[in-house]
């Protein structure tokens, strides 16, 4: 402890000697101290983010670029004032939440975010054992599914368990080192390919283009107009164009995300001095990688599937093996067009295009797809297959750490003790039983982030909107709440980022589940509102009473 307090005085003392320095110095020392922007980089660089980058590829081709980023700037954002609020208090988020802002949100906060990491821990055993036997060809006999799950719950347990000992730096960095593999491996094909690629359809790819929220991809446009009936297939394209938006938006930050950043921070002993750390971690450890790796798989994405299908699909006698792989895909899209014109019609040929083109693509297609470019299989399967396997790795092992700090919250246990272990193991079992039992036998393995990342879209709006309670609390932050022109432009800001995600999960919601979704949120803003009038009456019988005692 002693070695800990002595380090942990140091470093405030390195952060105060740069307050002033060169932006130059002050940076260097910055990116020497950073940590927890680099456990938010892991948790995001998962299936839900490969998944969506991937259809976005396909459907919005490089037209899209400009929407992760600036989703991902918007969750920093919201990320910043929470790790600004709990850098500035030293309270713990969800206790502050519960004394000073609403108990039902900040129980709502902590269930919400319970469960996402006990969910979306299925799809990374799913994502991971995929590209362990398709891109890296390792498992692949019989069993070889449990193996891989095994293999996968018992790097994440170990890895985890570093967390809480002294060998505490090894856990960083083999977190960094893991970012850096996944960023490195995607960055590696874009490498490849940099001579067949339109690098000027890609710069002008991050032009925010809102117009593609009421019509398809240019590239669709011309197609469509020489089906049998462009009004099905614009409709078609177009829902799943939104639906892939909402997906890409849900993946940026999650809330779980949301629950990781504070406690993380606490846990490594940061205070007030580190306030101006904690942004520029965000930066260099979430933003940036995640911005590398989800540009690089769309820009490859875009390039080898965006208009286009696979030949075999429409005529066998030049089917290949990834041809198999995709025909499920292609006979449930022409099969619902079937079923839209009814019996007597067949589809032209124009239309059988569409049905290929549209199917969902994973890394063992794209991987493929790019042995023409390498030259060499074993290349290009293995670049995808060690991305892929970083990914889904070091996802369940943030899920895993997230879910200790939430166990330990709801039962008000010590940080570090037997109830934290027992709830950091709990994503690693729920996942691998999850992944074996309940979705390990699904069509698409790869795509199986998709209906969770939806999800956490819907919960996200309750962590947006209690962070925005607390960064104008003068009750929670005293002297620290912002002033003047600075706390205008923050809610602004703040505002916007709310919004956006509130707008997603009511797309969600509706498109998903519908009235039941919406009288689901009914409910919980009856719950929030009892709760606020509970507070407040506490905080009125406080006040009866010290007068009393006065």
Same mark, same amino acid.
């Given at each position: 402890?002693?070695?800990?307090?002595?380090?942990?005085?140091?470093?405030?003392?390195? %952060?105060?000697?740069?307050?002033?320095?060169?932006?130059?110095?002050?940076?260097?020392?910055?990116?020497?101290?950073?940590?927890?922007?680099?456990?938010?980089?892991?948790?995001?660089?998962?299936?839900?983010?490969?998944?969506?980058?991937?259809?976005?590829?396909?459907?919005?081709?490089?037209?899209?670029? @400009? %929407?992760?980023?600036?989703?991902?700037?918007?969750?920093?954002?919201?990320?910043?004032?929470?790790?600004?609020?709990?850098?500035?208090?030293? *309270?713990?988020?969800?206790?502050?939440?519960?004394?000073?802002?609403?108990?039902?949100?900040?129980?709502? @906060?902590?269930?919400?975010?319970?469960?996402?990491?006990?969910? @979306?821990?299925?799809?990374?055993?799913?994502?991971?054992?995929?590209?362990?036997?398709?891109?890296?060809?390792?498992?692949?006999?019989?069993?070889?599914?449990?193996?891989?799950?095994?293999?996968?719950?018992?790097?994440?347990?170990?890895?985890?368990?570093?967390?809480?000992?002294?060998?505490?730096?090894?856990?960083?960095?083999?977190?960094?080192?893991?970012?850096?593999?996944?960023?490195?491996?995607?960055?590696?094909?874009?490498?490849?390919? =940099?001579?067949? %690629?339109? @690098?000027?359809?890609?710069?002008?790819?991050?032009?925010?283009?809102?117009?593609?929220?009421?019509?398809?991809?240019? *590239?669709?446009?011309?197609?469509?107009?020489?089906?049998?009936?462009?009004?099905?297939?614009?409709?078609?394209?177009?829902?799943?164009?939104?639906?892939?938006?909402?997906?890409?938006?849900?993946?940026?930050?999650?809330?779980?995300?949301?629950?990781?950043?504070?406690?993380?921070?606490?846990?490594?002993?940061?205070?007030?001095?580190?306030?101006?750390?904690?942004?520029?971690?965000?930066?260099?450890?979430?933003?940036?990688?995640?911005?590398?790796?989800?540009?690089?798989?769309?820009?490859?994405?875009?390039?080898?599937?965006?208009?286009?299908?696979?030949?075999?699909?429409?005529?066998?006698?030049?089917?290949?093996?990834?041809?198999?792989?995709?025909?499920?895909?292609?006979?449930?899209?022409?099969?619902?067009?079937?079923?839209?014109?009814?019996?007597? *019609?067949?589809?032209?040929?124009?239309?059988?295009?569409?049905?290929?083109?549209?199917?969902?693509?994973?890394?063992?297609?794209?991987?493929?797809?790019?042995?023409?470019?390498?030259?060499?299989?074993?290349?290009?399967?293995?670049?995808?297959?060690?991305?892929?396997?970083?990914? =889904?790795?070091?996802?369940?092992?943030?899920?895993?750490?997230?879910?200790?700090?939430?166990?330990?919250?709801?039962?008000?246990?010590?940080?570090?003790?037997?109830?934290?272990?027992?709830?950091?193991? /709990?994503?690693?079992?729920?996942?691998?039983?999850?992944?074996?039992?309940?979705?390990?036998?699904?069509?698409?393995?790869?795509?199986?982030?998709?209906?969770?990342?939806?999800?956490?879209?819907?919960?996200?709006?309750?962590?947006?909107?209690?962070?925005?309670?607390?960064?104008?609390?003068?009750?929670?932050?005293?002297?620290?709440?912002?002033?003047?022109?600075?706390?205008?432009? /923050?809610?602004?800001?703040?505002?916007?980022?709310?919004?956006?995600?509130?707008?997603?999960?009511?797309?969600?919601?509706?498109?998903?589940?519908?009235?039941?979704?919406?009288?689901?949120?009914?409910?919980?803003?009856? %719950?929030?509102?009892?709760?606020?009038?509970?507070?407040?009456?506490?905080?009125?019988?406080?006040?009866?009473?010290?007068?009393?005692?006065?």
């Amino acid at each position: 402890m002693s070695e800990t307090n002595d380090s942990l005085a140091k470093e405030k003392e390195i %952060l105060k000697s740069v307050e002033n320095a060169p932006t130059s110095e002050k940076l260097l020392t910055y990116t020497k101290l950073s940590g927890p922007g680099w456990l938010q980089g892991a948790i995001t660089l998962g299936g839900g983010s490969l998944a969506g980058s991937l259809y976005l590829g396909v459907i919005g081709g490089t037209q899209l670029l @400009w %929407l992760q980023p600036i989703m991902m700037i918007l969750g920093v954002l919201m990320l910043s004032v929470i790790g600004y609020v709990t850098l500035s208090t030293g *309270k713990k988020p969800f206790q502050a939440i519960n004394e000073h802002i609403n108990p039902v949100l900040g129980w709502g @906060w902590l269930i919400a975010a319970m469960l996402a990491n006990l969910v @979306w821990a299925m799809p990374q055993f799913s994502l991971g054992t995929a590209a362990l036997q398709q891109n890296l060809g390792v498992f692949t006999g019989e069993g070889g599914d449990k193996l891989c799950a095994v293999l996968l719950f018992i790097i994440g347990t170990v890895v985890v368990l570093l967390y809480d000992s002294k060998a505490v730096k090894y856990f960083d960095l083999i977190l960094k080192v893991m970012v850096g593999v996944v960023v490195l491996s995607f960055f590696g094909v874009v490498a490849v390919m =940099a001579g067949n %690629l339109d @690098w000027g359809a890609i710069f002008s790819g991050f032009i925010p283009d809102f117009s593609l929220l009421s019509q398809p991809a240019d *590239k669709f446009k011309e197609v469509i107009a020489n089906s049998s009936d462009p009004t099905y297939w614009n409709e078609t394209i177009l829902g799943s164009q939104r639906d892939r938006m909402v997906t890409a938006a849900a993946t940026a930050v999650g809330i779980n995300m949301t629950f990781l950043l504070p406690y993380s921070m606490l846990r490594k002993g940061w205070g007030r001095e580190h306030r101006g750390l904690a942004s520029f971690d965000l930066g260099i450890g979430l933003f940036l990688p995640f911005f590398l790796a989800t540009t690089c798989v769309m820009i490859a994405s875009a390039s080898q599937f965006h208009g286009k299908f696979d030949e075999g699909l429409i005529d066998s006698s030049k089917a290949t093996p990834l041809t198999e792989k995709l025909q499920g895909g292609y006979n449930k899209n022409l099969g619902a067009f079937q079923t839209h014109i009814g019996e007597g *019609k067949e589809p032209n040929e124009t239309d059988q295009q569409l049905a290929a083109m549209l199917v969902s693509r994973d890394a063992f297609q794209l991987a493929g797809s790019l042995e023409k470019l390498t030259g060499n299989k074993a290349v290009s399967q293995t670049i995808f297959g060690i991305g892929v396997v970083g990914m =889904a790795i070091s996802t369940i092992i943030i899920l895993m750490l997230i879910n200790g700090f939430c166990l330990t919250e709801a039962l008000g246990a010590e940080m570090g003790g037997p109830i934290h272990k027992v709830g950091s193991v /709990l994503p690693g079992i729920t996942g691998a039983l999850g992944f074996l039992f309940l979705w390990g036998n699904a069509d698409a393995k790869f795509l199986l982030a998709v209906p969770t990342s939806v999800f956490g879209m819907v919960l996200l709006p309750i962590a947006y909107f209690t962070f925005f309670c607390m960064i104008n609390s003068k009750e929670l932050l005293g002297d620290a709440l912002p002033k003047g022109g600075k706390r205008v432009a /923050l809610n602004l800001a703040i505002g916007l980022a709310l919004l956006a995600s509130t707008i997603g999960a009511a797309w969600s919601i509706w498109s998903k589940v519908k009235w039941t979704g919406v009288y689901a949120v009914g409910i919980f803003l009856l %719950l929030a509102l009892g709760g606020h009038c509970y507070r407040k009456l506490n905080q009125k019988l406080d006040r009866i009473e010290t007068k009393l005692k006065e």
